[in-house]
Every structure is written in structure tokens, then in C-alpha cells.
């Protein structure tokens, strides 16, 4: 599903990743730890083609992501992965149901078709009242399920969180380690995540710690 081969990133003379290999399965969940600083966002980015790694590969269902232009892989970054950020990146002048169909209307889609999409996800996750509200409307849960359920309107491969948990309280982290669950059960999602979280960690089927640049 995922295989990164010897990834390194510089920011100038700071070399943040120092060669980083790491395979992924479909269906795995895969916590990413370590301490400020180590690398792990930024390599979650590469992974999420975010960003270009300064040298190394990353295969996604086989493909070398970063033989591709960027228009091309911007296409291919819409298709095939879903991301969940720790503060939401919702747009506060659209409505909930407008944030989760904004996937679809990059890629041009029929507004019937997605917004279809995009109600059953929402009533899915819990939020079939809460469609048209605002994300000031709405608590940290909810937005965090909004987000989630934009990360899964392409039907994405793969779902990239980035402490997912870090603007929540205790039940709804709870909530939202019982969301990435779900989402792997009924979507049969391939999630990535970098956490602070022990808790979060500790539910995903397999925990990789960054030190400076490289896993333990």
C-alpha cells in the first residue's frame, strides 16, 4: 500500500529527515511518535505528497508519487488521500455539508452526486442535524467528524491524521480513537497518524518512533 525508501528532507543547512524506510499495509493502522521536532509531521507531508522530499521515494499502490508534476499530483492527492488536521481547516463561512463536499468540487464532480455523498457521510458520523451549521456552531467533536468525514469523501486509500486529538478534550478523544476504528472496519481505510496521544497511540495496530530523523 505504502512503502517510503530513504526519504531525506533539508530545510537549508537543517537536515530533518535523515533516511527514513517504512512499509504500510492496506487496511494498517500506524501511530507515528516522537518528540518535537524529530521529523514526523514532516514526513507525514511527504507521505501525504504535501511536500517533495529532498531525496527518496515513496509508492503509493505502486506508483512513484513524485514522478508526477504537480498538477498531476495534486489530481492524484484528491483521489487517493484523506487528511484530518489537528485544528480542523474548516472553512468557517460554509456550512458543514458545504466543508465535506469541497473534495468533490476540486475534482469537478456533479453537485447532485456529491451532495448526496456528503449527506450520508455526515448522517453516518452522527451529524445528520447539524448539515447546515457553521463550524462556530458546532463543538470540537463535531468538527472533528466534519473533518473526517471531508478526509473520506473521494473514498480515499489512505487517511492521514496530524494530532488529530490535540484540540480535543477527554471524551472526545475518546470518540475519535473509537472514529478512526470505524472508519478502518467500514471503509477498510489505510490510516496514518502522528500523535502526542499514549492513549491514540496505543490503539492503532502499530506504533513507529521518529528520533532525530530516523526510526527507532
Same mark, same amino acid.
Given at each position: 500500500?505504502?512503502?517510503?525508501?530513504?526519504?531525506?528532507?533539508?530545510?537549508?543547512?537543517?537536515?530533518?529527515?535523515?533516511?527514513?524506510?517504512?512499509?504500510?499495509?492496506?487496511?494498517?493502522?500506524?501511530?507515528?511518535?516522537?518528540?518535537?521536532?524529530?521529523?514526523?509531521?514532516?514526513?507525514?507531508?511527504?507521505?501525504?505528497?504535501?511536500?517533495?522530499?529532498?531525496?527518496?521515494?515513496?509508492?503509493?499502490?505502486?506508483?512513484?508519487?513524485?514522478?508526477?508534476?504537480?498538477?498531476?499530483?495534486?489530481?492524484?492527492?484528491?483521489?487517493?488521500?484523506?487528511?484530518?488536521?489537528?485544528?480542523?481547516?474548516?472553512?468557517?463561512?460554509?456550512?458543514?455539508?458545504?466543508?465535506?463536499?469541497?473534495?468533490?468540487?476540486?475534482?469537478? +464532480? !456533479?453537485?447532485?452526486?456529491?451532495?448526496? $455523498? *456528503?449527506?450520508?457521510?455526515?448522517? %453516518?458520523?452522527? /451529524?445528520? &442535524?447539524?448539515?447546515?451549521?457553521?463550524?462556530?456552531?458546532?463543538?470540537?467533536? +463535531? !468538527?472533528?467528524?466534519?473533518?473526517?468525514? $471531508? *478526509?473520506?469523501?473521494?473514498?480515499? %486509500?489512505?487517511? /492521514?491524521? &496530524?494530532?488529530?486529538?490535540?484540540?480535543?478534550?477527554?471524551?472526545?478523544?475518546? +470518540?475519535?480513537?473509537?472514529?478512526?476504528?470505524?472508519?478502518?472496519?467500514?471503509?477498510?481505510?489505510?490510516?496514518? /497518524?502522528?500523535?502526542?496521544?499514549?492513549?491514540?497511540?496505543?490503539?492503532?495496530?502499530?506504533?513507529?518512533?521518529?528520533?532525530?530523523?530516523?526510526?527507532?
Amino acid at each position: 500500500m505504502i512503502e517510503v525508501k530513504n526519504i531525506h528532507k533539508s530545510f537549508d543547512d537543517l537536515e530533518v529527515l535523515k533516511g527514513v524506510n517504512l512499509k504500510v499495509q492496506k487496511g494498517e493502522i500506524v501511530a507515528i511518535v516522537g518528540k518535537s521536532g524529530a521529523g514526523k509531521t514532516t514526513l507525514l507531508q511527504i507521505i501525504g505528497t504535501l511536500d517533495r522530499p529532498t531525496q527518496g521515494q515513496v509508492f503509493i499502490e505502486g506508483t512513484d508519487v513524485f514522478t508526477m508534476k504537480d498538477k498531476e499530483l495534486a489530481a492524484f492527492r484528491n483521489r487517493h488521500i484523506g487528511f484530518i488536521f489537528q485544528f480542523h481547516q474548516l472553512l468557517p463561512e460554509f456550512t458543514a455539508l458545504e466543508n465535506v463536499c469541497i473534495p468533490a468540487m476540486i475534482a469537478r +464532480e !456533479k453537485e447532485a452526486e456529491y451532495k448526496k $455523498r *456528503a449527506e450520508q457521510l455526515l448522517t %453516518d458520523l452522527g /451529524l445528520k &442535524d447539524r448539515m447546515n451549521h457553521k463550524p462556530n456552531e458546532l463543538s470540537g467533536g +463535531e !468538527k472533528q467528524r466534519v473533518a473526517a468525514a $471531508r *478526509a473520506l469523501m473521494m473514498s480515499p %486509500d489512505i487517511i /492521514l491524521a &496530524d494530532e488529530p486529538t490535540g484540540s480535543l478534550d477527554t471524551q472526545n478523544k475518546k +470518540e475519535l480513537s473509537e472514529l478512526l476504528l470505524q472508519l478502518r472496519k467500514e471503509y477498510n481505510q489505510t490510516i496514518l /497518524l502522528v500523535t502526542h496521544d499514549k492513549e491514540l497511540a496505543q490503539m492503532a495496530d502499530r506504533v513507529i518512533e521518529i528520533v532525530d530523523g530516523v526510526i527507532k
